[in-house]
Protein backbone atom coordinates (compact mmCIF):
# COMPACT_ATOMS: atom_id res chain seq x y z
CA UNK A 1 0.00 0.00 0.00
CA UNK A 2 1.18 3.31 -0.76
CA UNK A 3 0.34 4.85 2.33
CA UNK A 4 2.15 2.36 4.15
CA UNK A 5 6.02 1.92 5.12
CA UNK A 6 8.07 -0.95 6.25
CA UNK A 7 9.66 -1.59 9.06
CA UNK A 8 11.56 -4.78 9.87
CA UNK A 9 13.13 -5.73 13.15
CA UNK A 10 16.40 -7.25 15.01
CA UNK A 11 14.06 -10.68 14.78
CA UNK A 12 13.67 -10.07 10.73
CA UNK A 13 9.92 -9.62 11.32
CA UNK A 14 8.07 -7.36 8.59
CA UNK A 15 5.87 -4.50 9.98
CA UNK A 16 3.41 -2.34 7.89
CA UNK A 17 3.93 1.16 9.06
CA UNK A 18 0.58 3.33 8.51
CA UNK A 19 1.78 6.94 7.34
CA UNK A 20 -0.03 9.67 9.88
CA UNK A 21 -3.19 10.87 9.21
CA UNK A 22 -2.68 14.37 7.58
CA UNK A 23 -4.03 17.16 8.71
CA UNK A 24 -7.98 18.45 7.82
CA UNK A 25 -9.99 21.66 8.11
CA UNK A 26 -11.09 21.10 11.89
CA UNK A 27 -15.22 21.79 12.17
CA UNK A 28 -16.70 25.43 12.03
CA UNK A 29 -17.97 25.10 15.47
CA UNK A 30 -15.13 23.84 17.51
CA UNK A 31 -13.74 26.00 20.16
CA UNK A 32 -10.68 25.29 22.32
CA UNK A 33 -9.84 27.12 25.29
CA UNK A 34 -7.11 26.63 28.37
CA UNK A 35 -7.48 26.44 31.95
CA UNK A 36 -7.76 30.43 32.78
CA UNK A 37 -4.57 32.06 34.18
CA UNK A 38 -5.59 35.83 34.73
CA UNK A 39 -1.99 37.01 35.89
CA UNK A 40 -0.63 35.61 32.74
CA UNK A 41 -2.34 38.41 30.63
CA UNK A 42 -0.66 40.72 32.97
CA UNK A 43 2.72 39.46 32.67
CA UNK A 44 2.14 39.19 28.72
CA UNK A 45 1.51 42.79 28.76
CA UNK A 46 4.72 43.91 30.69
CA UNK A 47 6.57 41.56 28.03
CA UNK A 48 5.06 43.35 24.98
CA UNK A 49 5.08 46.98 26.22
CA UNK A 50 8.75 47.11 27.77
CA UNK A 51 10.69 45.66 23.96
CA UNK A 52 7.50 47.58 22.42
CA UNK A 53 9.08 51.19 24.17
CA UNK A 54 12.80 50.84 23.48
CA UNK A 55 11.55 49.22 19.89
CA UNK A 56 9.78 52.75 19.33
CA UNK A 57 12.94 55.01 19.90
CA UNK A 58 15.15 52.57 18.36
CA UNK A 59 13.02 53.18 14.91
CA UNK A 60 13.14 56.76 15.30
CA UNK A 61 16.90 56.75 14.88
CA UNK A 62 16.03 54.42 12.20
CA UNK A 63 14.03 57.19 10.26
CA UNK A 64 16.70 59.74 11.64
CA UNK A 65 18.98 58.31 10.05
CA UNK A 66 17.38 57.76 6.85
CA UNK A 67 16.04 61.24 6.82
CA UNK A 68 20.13 61.99 6.87
CA UNK A 69 21.36 59.49 4.91
CA UNK A 70 23.53 58.24 7.55
CA UNK A 71 23.72 54.53 6.37
CA UNK A 72 25.72 53.30 9.84
CA UNK A 73 22.93 54.52 12.34
CA UNK A 74 20.46 53.03 9.60
CA UNK A 75 22.32 49.35 10.16
CA UNK A 76 23.07 49.73 14.45
CA UNK A 77 18.81 50.59 14.55
CA UNK A 78 18.52 47.75 12.02
CA UNK A 79 20.15 45.16 13.77
CA UNK A 80 18.68 46.32 17.46
CA UNK A 81 15.37 46.53 16.26
CA UNK A 82 15.72 42.85 14.96
CA UNK A 83 16.05 40.83 18.86
CA UNK A 84 12.61 43.33 19.81
CA UNK A 85 10.55 42.82 17.35
CA UNK A 86 11.34 38.64 17.34
CA UNK A 87 10.72 38.62 21.28
CA UNK A 88 7.57 40.36 20.58
CA UNK A 89 6.09 38.16 18.16
CA UNK A 90 7.31 34.52 19.59
CA UNK A 91 5.55 36.27 22.89
CA UNK A 92 1.87 37.04 20.60
CA UNK A 93 2.80 34.38 18.41
CA UNK A 94 -0.43 32.22 17.33
CA UNK A 95 -1.07 29.44 19.92
CA UNK A 96 -2.26 25.89 18.09
CA UNK A 97 -3.85 23.16 19.56
CA UNK A 98 -3.50 19.63 17.53
CA UNK A 99 -6.71 18.22 17.83
CA UNK A 100 -7.60 14.19 17.44
CA UNK A 101 -11.00 13.11 16.93
CA UNK A 102 -11.67 9.19 16.48
CA UNK A 103 -15.61 8.78 15.72
CA UNK A 104 -17.32 5.78 16.19
CA UNK A 105 -17.65 4.23 11.98
CA UNK A 106 -17.90 0.64 10.81
CA UNK A 107 -16.23 1.79 7.88
CA UNK A 108 -12.88 2.77 9.76
CA UNK A 109 -9.90 1.10 11.12
CA UNK A 110 -9.37 0.18 15.06
CA UNK A 111 -5.52 1.60 14.22
CA UNK A 112 -4.09 5.19 12.94
CA UNK A 113 -1.32 6.36 13.05
CA UNK A 114 -0.71 9.77 14.65
CA UNK A 115 2.51 10.97 14.59
CA UNK A 116 6.12 8.81 14.34
CA UNK A 117 6.33 5.85 16.28
CA UNK A 118 3.20 6.87 17.69
CA UNK A 119 -0.68 4.96 17.11
CA UNK A 120 -3.75 5.04 18.65
CA UNK A 121 -5.43 2.01 18.76
CA UNK A 122 -9.66 1.98 19.57
CA UNK A 123 -12.05 -0.96 21.02
CA UNK A 124 -14.06 -0.67 18.09
CA UNK A 125 -13.80 0.43 14.40
CA UNK A 126 -13.60 4.60 14.33
CA UNK A 127 -13.39 7.37 11.52
CA UNK A 128 -9.61 8.79 12.58
CA UNK A 129 -9.18 13.05 11.68
CA UNK A 130 -6.50 15.76 12.94
CA UNK A 131 -6.75 19.11 12.69
CA UNK A 132 -5.22 22.57 14.09
CA UNK A 133 -6.93 24.54 16.27
CA UNK A 134 -6.66 28.47 17.71
CA UNK A 135 -6.61 28.78 21.15
CA UNK A 136 -9.57 30.66 21.46
CA UNK A 137 -9.60 31.23 25.63
CA UNK A 138 -11.08 34.32 26.60
CA UNK A 139 -10.13 37.12 28.00
CA UNK A 140 -9.50 36.75 32.24
CA UNK A 141 -8.31 39.40 34.37
CA UNK A 142 -7.81 39.52 37.87
CA UNK A 143 -10.31 40.87 40.13
CA UNK A 144 -10.73 44.70 39.55
CA UNK A 145 -10.95 45.28 43.23
CA UNK A 146 -7.89 42.91 43.33
CA UNK A 147 -5.76 45.60 40.96
CA UNK A 148 -7.54 48.61 42.29
CA UNK A 149 -6.46 47.67 45.84
CA UNK A 150 -3.15 47.20 44.84
CA UNK A 151 -2.75 50.31 42.82
CA UNK A 152 -4.13 52.03 46.07
CA UNK A 153 -1.72 50.72 48.14
CA UNK A 154 0.82 51.73 45.67
CA UNK A 155 -0.31 55.20 46.25
CA UNK A 156 -0.18 55.00 50.33
CA UNK A 157 3.17 53.87 49.91
CA UNK A 158 4.53 56.91 47.93
CA UNK A 159 2.64 59.20 49.92
CA UNK A 160 4.29 57.79 52.71
CA UNK A 161 7.69 57.72 51.67
CA UNK A 162 6.77 61.57 50.45
CA UNK A 163 5.84 62.46 54.39
CA UNK A 164 8.43 60.73 55.63
CA UNK A 165 10.82 62.69 53.42
CA UNK A 166 9.40 66.03 54.31
CA UNK A 167 9.73 65.58 58.34
CA UNK A 168 11.94 67.06 60.18
CA UNK A 169 12.68 63.97 61.75
CA UNK A 170 16.02 62.99 60.42
CA UNK A 171 16.09 58.96 61.12
CA UNK A 172 12.44 59.33 58.67
CA UNK A 173 14.51 61.45 55.87
CA UNK A 174 17.01 58.90 55.85
CA UNK A 175 14.77 55.90 55.70
CA UNK A 176 12.54 57.96 53.22
CA UNK A 177 15.68 58.05 51.22
CA UNK A 178 16.42 54.52 51.57
CA UNK A 179 12.66 53.14 50.51
CA UNK A 180 12.59 55.09 47.13
CA UNK A 181 16.17 53.82 46.23
CA UNK A 182 14.91 50.32 47.15
CA UNK A 183 11.17 50.15 45.93
CA UNK A 184 11.22 53.63 43.82
CA UNK A 185 11.38 50.69 40.28
CA UNK A 186 9.13 48.39 41.07
CA UNK A 187 6.24 51.41 42.46
CA UNK A 188 7.11 52.29 38.67
CA UNK A 189 6.51 48.77 36.92
CA UNK A 190 3.25 48.93 38.69
CA UNK A 191 1.71 52.71 38.92
CA UNK A 192 2.69 52.34 35.36
CA UNK A 193 0.72 49.07 34.16
CA UNK A 194 -1.62 48.03 36.82
CA UNK A 195 -3.86 50.48 36.20
CA UNK A 196 -4.15 49.60 32.52
CA UNK A 197 -5.29 46.37 33.36
CA UNK A 198 -7.76 47.34 35.62
CA UNK A 199 -9.45 49.62 33.04
CA UNK A 200 -8.99 46.46 31.21
CA UNK A 201 -11.33 44.37 33.46
CA UNK A 202 -13.77 47.10 34.27
CA UNK A 203 -14.51 48.13 30.78
CA UNK A 204 -15.30 44.08 29.88
CA UNK A 205 -17.35 43.69 32.98
CA UNK A 206 -19.02 46.89 32.39
CA UNK A 207 -19.70 45.88 28.42
CA UNK A 208 -20.53 42.06 29.40
CA UNK A 209 -18.63 41.07 25.17
CA UNK A 210 -17.29 37.50 26.00
CA UNK A 211 -13.85 38.15 24.16
CA UNK A 212 -11.09 36.12 22.99
CA UNK A 213 -7.63 36.69 24.91
CA UNK A 214 -5.78 37.15 21.21
CA UNK A 215 -8.08 39.13 19.81
CA UNK A 216 -8.25 41.96 23.31
CA UNK A 217 -4.03 41.85 23.32
CA UNK A 218 -4.18 42.16 19.38
CA UNK A 219 -6.08 45.49 20.14
CA UNK A 220 -3.94 46.31 22.84
CA UNK A 221 -0.77 45.48 20.51
CA UNK A 222 -2.36 48.02 17.67
CA UNK A 223 -2.84 50.92 20.40
CA UNK A 224 0.80 50.61 21.09
CA UNK A 225 2.21 50.62 17.54
CA UNK A 226 -0.17 53.93 17.14
CA UNK A 227 1.91 54.97 19.30
CA UNK A 228 5.18 55.14 17.28
CA UNK A 229 4.02 57.27 14.61
CA UNK A 230 2.05 59.66 16.40
CA UNK A 231 5.93 59.88 18.63
CA UNK A 232 7.90 60.59 15.06
CA UNK A 233 5.08 63.10 14.06
CA UNK A 234 5.38 64.78 17.18
CA UNK A 235 9.36 65.03 17.61
CA UNK A 236 9.43 65.46 14.23
CA UNK A 237 6.91 67.21 12.01
CA UNK A 238 5.37 69.17 14.75
CA UNK A 239 7.62 71.36 16.04
CA UNK A 240 8.64 72.91 12.28
CA UNK A 241 4.96 73.15 11.10
CA UNK A 242 4.22 75.23 14.13
CA UNK A 243 3.72 79.00 12.77
CA UNK A 244 5.02 80.48 16.22
CA UNK A 245 7.81 82.18 17.69
CA UNK A 246 7.19 82.03 21.05
CA UNK A 247 8.53 78.90 23.38
CA UNK A 248 5.24 79.24 25.45
CA UNK A 249 2.85 78.92 22.67
CA UNK A 250 4.72 76.53 20.56
CA UNK A 251 4.92 74.37 23.39
CA UNK A 252 1.18 75.55 24.11
CA UNK A 253 0.32 74.18 20.49
CA UNK A 254 2.25 71.10 20.49
CA UNK A 255 0.34 69.75 23.48
CA UNK A 256 -3.18 71.47 22.77
CA UNK A 257 -3.39 71.38 19.10
CA UNK A 258 -0.94 68.61 17.27
CA UNK A 259 -0.53 65.94 20.29
CA UNK A 260 -4.27 64.69 20.21
CA UNK A 261 -4.43 66.28 16.61
CA UNK A 262 -2.09 63.19 15.47
CA UNK A 263 -2.74 60.59 18.39
CA UNK A 264 -6.57 60.30 17.88
CA UNK A 265 -6.01 59.93 14.37
CA UNK A 266 -3.28 57.54 14.23
CA UNK A 267 -5.40 55.58 17.41
CA UNK A 268 -8.76 55.61 15.08
CA UNK A 269 -6.36 54.11 12.18
CA UNK A 270 -5.16 51.70 14.21
CA UNK A 271 -9.35 50.71 15.43
CA UNK A 272 -9.75 51.04 11.39
CA UNK A 273 -7.47 48.25 10.93
CA UNK A 274 -9.98 45.68 12.77
CA UNK A 275 -13.26 46.77 10.84
CA UNK A 276 -13.21 43.78 9.12
CA UNK A 277 -13.76 41.75 11.97
CA UNK A 278 -15.85 44.56 14.09
CA UNK A 279 -19.57 43.12 14.57
CA UNK A 280 -21.44 46.78 15.33
CA UNK A 281 -21.27 49.73 17.33
CA UNK A 282 -20.68 48.51 20.62
CA UNK A 283 -18.18 45.82 19.97
CA UNK A 284 -16.04 48.83 18.39
CA UNK A 285 -16.45 51.14 21.55
CA UNK A 286 -14.89 47.83 22.80
CA UNK A 287 -11.71 47.62 20.43
CA UNK A 288 -11.50 51.24 20.42
CA UNK A 289 -11.08 51.41 24.38
CA UNK A 290 -8.32 48.58 24.15
CA UNK A 291 -6.62 50.38 21.23
CA UNK A 292 -6.59 53.56 23.78
CA UNK A 293 -5.09 51.48 26.53
CA UNK A 294 -2.23 49.88 24.73
CA UNK A 295 -1.38 53.67 23.35
CA UNK A 296 -1.70 54.93 27.03
CA UNK A 297 0.39 51.73 28.12
CA UNK A 298 3.49 52.68 26.08
CA UNK A 299 2.83 56.95 27.23
CA UNK A 300 2.58 55.73 30.41
CA UNK A 301 6.19 54.28 30.55
CA UNK A 302 7.81 56.83 29.67
CA UNK A 303 5.91 59.64 31.66
CA UNK A 304 5.59 57.58 34.91
CA UNK A 305 9.87 56.90 34.22
CA UNK A 306 10.31 60.49 33.85
CA UNK A 307 8.37 61.17 37.15
CA UNK A 308 11.26 58.89 39.38
CA UNK A 309 13.39 62.23 38.76
CA UNK A 310 11.11 64.02 40.63
CA UNK A 311 11.37 62.07 44.29
CA UNK A 312 8.48 60.11 45.76
CA UNK A 313 6.38 63.35 45.51
CA UNK A 314 6.40 63.30 41.60
CA UNK A 315 6.18 59.79 41.25
CA UNK A 316 3.06 59.29 43.30
CA UNK A 317 1.20 62.66 42.09
CA UNK A 318 1.88 61.26 37.97
CA UNK A 319 0.55 57.86 38.81
CA UNK A 320 -2.42 59.03 40.73
CA UNK A 321 -3.20 61.52 37.51
CA UNK A 322 -2.81 59.22 35.02
CA UNK A 323 -3.89 56.07 36.50
CA UNK A 324 -7.19 57.41 37.09
CA UNK A 325 -7.36 60.27 34.79
CA UNK A 326 -5.18 59.94 31.81
CA UNK A 327 -5.21 56.46 30.86
CA UNK A 328 -9.38 56.39 30.57
CA UNK A 329 -9.20 59.51 28.67
CA UNK A 330 -7.27 57.97 26.23
CA UNK A 331 -9.45 54.94 26.05
CA UNK A 332 -12.81 56.64 26.30
CA UNK A 333 -11.62 59.16 23.39
CA UNK A 334 -10.38 56.29 21.22
CA UNK A 335 -13.85 54.46 22.12
CA UNK A 336 -15.95 57.15 20.44
CA UNK A 337 -13.61 56.57 17.01
CA UNK A 338 -14.15 53.36 17.69
CA UNK A 339 -18.09 53.22 18.36
CA UNK A 340 -18.21 55.65 14.75
CA UNK A 341 -16.22 52.25 13.24
CA UNK A 342 -18.41 50.08 14.58
CA UNK A 343 -21.81 51.80 13.16
CA UNK A 344 -19.99 51.90 9.59
CA UNK A 345 -19.13 47.89 10.72
CA UNK A 346 -22.61 47.64 10.66
CA UNK A 347 -22.87 47.64 6.71
CA UNK A 348 -22.59 43.93 6.02
CA UNK A 349 -21.99 44.74 2.14
CA UNK A 350 -19.05 46.73 3.16
CA UNK A 351 -17.77 44.32 5.56
CA UNK A 352 -17.64 41.55 3.67
CA UNK A 353 -16.04 43.12 1.08
CA UNK A 354 -13.29 44.39 3.48
CA UNK A 355 -13.06 40.61 4.72
CA UNK A 356 -12.44 39.50 1.55
CA UNK A 357 -9.65 41.81 0.90
CA UNK A 358 -8.29 40.93 4.25
CA UNK A 359 -8.39 37.28 3.63
CA UNK A 360 -7.10 37.54 0.34
CA UNK A 361 -4.43 39.73 1.65
CA UNK A 362 -3.86 36.85 4.26
CA UNK A 363 -3.34 33.59 1.32
CA UNK A 364 -1.07 35.87 -0.43
CA UNK A 365 1.39 36.32 2.46
CA UNK A 366 0.72 32.54 2.60
CA UNK A 367 1.85 31.72 -1.21
CA UNK A 368 4.69 34.09 -1.02
CA UNK A 369 6.01 32.96 2.07
CA UNK A 370 5.85 29.47 0.95
CA UNK A 371 7.03 30.12 -2.06
CA UNK A 372 10.11 31.14 0.21
CA UNK A 373 10.85 27.84 1.54
CA UNK A 374 8.30 28.85 5.17
CA UNK A 375 5.56 26.06 5.68
CA UNK A 376 3.37 28.53 7.25
CA UNK A 377 -0.36 26.61 7.49
CA UNK A 378 1.20 23.52 8.83
CA UNK A 379 -0.11 21.58 5.84
CA UNK A 380 3.72 19.56 5.56
CA UNK A 381 3.64 20.93 1.97
CA UNK A 382 5.34 24.17 0.30
CA UNK A 383 2.15 24.26 -2.45
CA UNK A 384 1.17 27.80 -1.35
CA UNK A 385 -2.80 27.80 0.55
CA UNK A 386 -4.68 25.05 -0.06
CA UNK A 387 -8.09 26.02 1.65
CA UNK A 388 -10.61 27.76 -0.67
CA UNK A 389 -10.51 30.94 -2.11
CA UNK A 390 -13.49 32.65 -2.58
CA UNK A 391 -14.55 35.35 -5.07
CA UNK A 392 -15.67 38.99 -3.74
CA UNK A 393 -18.58 38.21 -5.56
CA UNK A 394 -19.35 34.85 -3.20
CA UNK A 395 -17.91 36.73 -0.44
CA UNK A 396 -21.13 39.58 -0.74
CA UNK A 397 -23.76 36.72 -1.48
CA UNK A 398 -23.11 34.46 1.98
CA UNK A 399 -22.81 37.87 3.80
CA UNK A 400 -26.55 38.43 2.31
CA UNK A 401 -27.51 34.96 3.00
CA UNK A 402 -26.60 35.53 6.78
CA UNK A 403 -29.62 34.74 9.10
CA UNK A 404 -29.86 35.11 12.99
CA UNK A 405 -29.42 31.51 13.55
CA UNK A 406 -27.88 30.49 16.82
CA UNK A 407 -24.80 28.23 16.41
CA UNK A 408 -23.64 25.63 18.87
CA UNK A 409 -19.84 25.22 20.29
CA UNK A 410 -17.80 23.80 22.20
CA UNK A 411 -15.12 24.72 25.11
CA UNK A 412 -12.58 21.71 25.63
CA UNK A 413 -10.40 22.54 28.62
CA UNK A 414 -7.47 21.00 30.03
CA UNK A 415 -9.32 18.71 31.83
CA UNK A 416 -11.23 17.02 29.62
CA UNK A 417 -14.13 19.11 30.53
CA UNK A 418 -16.18 19.29 27.78
CA UNK A 419 -19.24 21.61 27.11
CA UNK A 420 -21.42 22.40 24.45
CA UNK A 421 -23.87 25.92 24.36
CA UNK A 422 -25.92 27.65 21.94
CA UNK A 423 -25.34 31.08 21.55
CA UNK A 424 -28.39 32.57 22.50
CA UNK A 425 -26.89 31.10 26.03
CA UNK A 426 -24.26 33.24 25.42
CA UNK A 427 -25.52 35.90 24.07
CA UNK A 428 -23.14 36.07 20.93
CA UNK A 429 -21.83 33.59 18.29
CA UNK A 430 -18.18 32.62 17.91
CA UNK A 431 -17.22 34.83 20.35
CA UNK A 432 -18.88 37.65 18.02
CA UNK A 433 -21.76 40.33 17.95
CA UNK A 434 -24.00 40.30 14.88
CA UNK A 435 -25.90 43.20 14.84
CA UNK A 436 -28.92 44.72 12.44
CA UNK A 437 -27.65 47.62 9.71
CA UNK A 438 -29.97 49.82 12.43
CA UNK A 439 -29.91 48.53 15.78
CA UNK A 440 -32.57 49.43 18.05
CA UNK A 441 -32.45 51.82 20.69
CA UNK A 442 -33.59 50.17 24.21
CA UNK A 443 -33.32 53.70 26.25
CA UNK A 444 -31.98 56.63 26.17
CA UNK A 445 -29.75 56.60 29.23
CA UNK A 446 -25.93 57.40 29.28
CA UNK A 447 -24.03 59.86 26.41
CA UNK A 448 -24.70 58.76 22.82
CA UNK A 449 -21.92 59.68 20.24
CA UNK A 450 -21.83 60.54 16.67
CA UNK A 451 -22.51 58.04 14.10
CA UNK A 452 -20.22 59.08 11.60
CA UNK A 453 -16.84 58.60 12.09
CA UNK A 454 -15.63 62.63 11.19
CA UNK A 455 -17.74 64.04 14.01
CA UNK A 456 -16.70 61.08 16.37
CA UNK A 457 -13.01 61.98 15.89
CA UNK A 458 -13.32 65.65 16.06
CA UNK A 459 -15.29 64.94 19.05
CA UNK A 460 -12.23 62.50 20.32
CA UNK A 461 -9.84 65.37 19.00
CA UNK A 462 -11.41 68.07 20.93
CA UNK A 463 -11.34 66.18 24.44
CA UNK A 464 -7.77 64.94 24.27
CA UNK A 465 -7.17 69.26 23.23
CA UNK A 466 -9.05 70.10 26.07
CA UNK A 467 -7.31 67.50 28.70
CA UNK A 468 -3.84 68.99 27.39
CA UNK A 469 -4.64 72.37 26.55
CA UNK A 470 -6.56 73.56 30.11
CA UNK A 471 -4.07 71.41 32.30
CA UNK A 472 -1.02 73.09 30.69
CA UNK A 473 -3.06 76.66 31.12
CA UNK A 474 -3.66 75.63 34.84
CA UNK A 475 0.29 75.99 35.66
CA UNK A 476 1.05 79.05 34.02
CA UNK A 477 -2.20 80.96 34.80
CA UNK A 478 -0.70 80.32 38.89
CA UNK A 479 2.64 81.47 37.51
CA UNK A 480 1.02 84.56 35.56
CA UNK A 481 -1.25 85.51 38.73
CA UNK A 482 1.42 85.83 41.37
CA UNK A 483 0.28 83.09 43.37
CA UNK A 484 2.46 81.51 46.01
CA UNK A 485 3.60 77.76 46.08
CA UNK A 486 0.65 76.86 48.15
CA UNK A 487 -1.89 78.08 46.14
CA UNK A 488 -0.80 77.18 42.98
CA UNK A 489 -0.16 73.36 44.01
CA UNK A 490 -3.80 73.95 45.42
CA UNK A 491 -5.23 75.70 42.28
CA UNK A 492 -3.69 73.39 40.17
CA UNK A 493 -4.73 70.17 42.01
CA UNK A 494 -7.91 71.25 42.03
CA UNK A 495 -8.16 72.04 38.09
CA UNK A 496 -6.73 68.24 37.63
CA UNK A 497 -9.32 66.85 40.05
CA UNK A 498 -12.07 68.66 37.82
CA UNK A 499 -10.68 67.37 34.96
CA UNK A 500 -10.40 63.54 36.15
CA UNK A 501 -13.88 64.34 37.39
CA UNK A 502 -15.09 64.99 34.01
CA UNK A 503 -13.16 62.47 32.07
CA UNK A 504 -15.00 59.76 34.58
CA UNK A 505 -18.21 60.87 34.35
CA UNK A 506 -18.19 61.23 30.32
CA UNK A 507 -16.49 57.69 30.52
CA UNK A 508 -19.48 56.13 32.83
CA UNK A 509 -22.20 57.90 30.48
CA UNK A 510 -20.74 56.75 26.98
CA UNK A 511 -20.36 53.08 28.17
CA UNK A 512 -24.28 53.50 29.22
CA UNK A 513 -25.22 54.33 25.96
CA UNK A 514 -23.23 51.93 24.10
CA UNK A 515 -24.66 49.40 26.01
CA UNK A 516 -28.14 50.95 25.69
CA UNK A 517 -28.22 49.73 21.75
CA UNK A 518 -29.85 46.39 21.38
Avoid at 187 to 212: C, D, E, M, N, Y
Avoid at 242 to 261: G, H, K, M, N, R
Amino acid sequence: MQDQRVYIDEMGRMYRIKEPTPLSEPPKNLRIARTSKPWSTYLRMLGTVIPAFFLMYVLLFLVIGLINLEPAIVLISGICSAPLLFFIFSLHKPRLVHVQLAVPDEMGSEAHAISAGVSLFTPMRTKFSRFLVKDDSILDVPPTRQLWGIFSAVILLGASISAMLYSEVESLEIIAVLAFILIGIPIWFVGFSLPVLAWWGTSHKSLGLPTRRRDAEAWLMAGMASAFPAFLFNSLVAPKITPLDSDYWIEFSLLAVWAPLCEEIFKAMAVAVFLPYIKGPKHGFQVGFTVGLGFALIENFQYIGFSLLGGPVGLSFTILVRGIGSIPGHAVWTAISGTAIGWLASDKELKAKLSWKARSMAISAIDIAEGMGFDTDGDGDLSGFDGSRPTIEEAVRQASRETEESKPWMILGNENHEANATDSELGTGDFSLDYEKKPVIRNLAGIHTPRGVAPALVLSIAGHSFWNGSSFLSYSATESLGMGEFESTLAVFSWIILLISSVLFVARGVIRGVNSLE
